[in-house]
Nanobody
Framework: QVQLVESGGGLVQAGGSLRLSCAAS????????MGWFRQATGKEREFVAA????????NVADSVKGRFTISRDNAKNTVSLQLNSLKPEDTAVYYC????????????????WGQGTQVTVSS
C-alpha cells in the first residue's frame, strides 16, 4: 500500500528556516509527480510546490517563490521542501502528495496524501 510520511515541521521564528521531508513507499516513486500543499487554520488547502518525475521541472506558488525550494531524491524515495525566510503567514499544516501525471497545481489530481506536518512561524 502507498504511504507518504512527512517530517521536519516545528516552531521557528520569522526569518528562520526549516526543511520538510516526505518518505514514500508502495509506489514506483520515479513515475510520480510529487507536490507540497499547506492548509492554515480556517483556510482552504493551497498549492505550494510540485516537482516532476526526475526533478527536471518544478512549479512553485507565487507566495513562496524565491523562499521555498522543492527537490527529490529518487534513490531514497523522498521529496523535500526547503523553507527559508519564513513568515508568520507560512504557518500551516504542510502535506506531501503524489500524482501519476505531469506537474499540476490542482489538488484533485493528486492520488495520495500524507498526514501532514505542522509548521509554526512566530514573529
Amino acid at each position: 500500500q502507498v504511504q507518504l510520511v512527512e517530517s521536519g515541521g516545528g516552531l521557528v521564528q520569522a526569518g528562520g528556516s526549516l526543511r520538510l521531508s516526505c518518505a514514500a513507499s508502495g509506489l514506483t516513486f520515479s513515475r510520480y509527480t510529487m507536490g507540497w500543499f499547506r492548509q492554515a487554520t480556517g483556510k482552504e488547502r493551497e498549492f505550494v510546490a510540485a516537482i516532476s518525475w526526475i526533478g527536471s521541472n518544478t512549479n512553485v506558488a507565487d507566495s513562496v517563490k524565491g523562499r521555498f525550494t522543492i527537490s527529490r531524491d529518487n534513490a531514497k524515495n523522498t521529496v523535500s521542501l526547503q523553507l527559508n525566510s519564513l513568515k508568520p503567514e507560512d504557518t500551516a499544516v504542510y502535506y506531501c502528495a503524489a500524482t501519476n501525471t505531469v506537474v499540476t497545481r490542482a489538488t484533485a489530481r493528486y492520488d495520495y496524501w500524507g498526514q501532514g506536518t505542522q509548521v509554526t512561524v512566530s514573529s
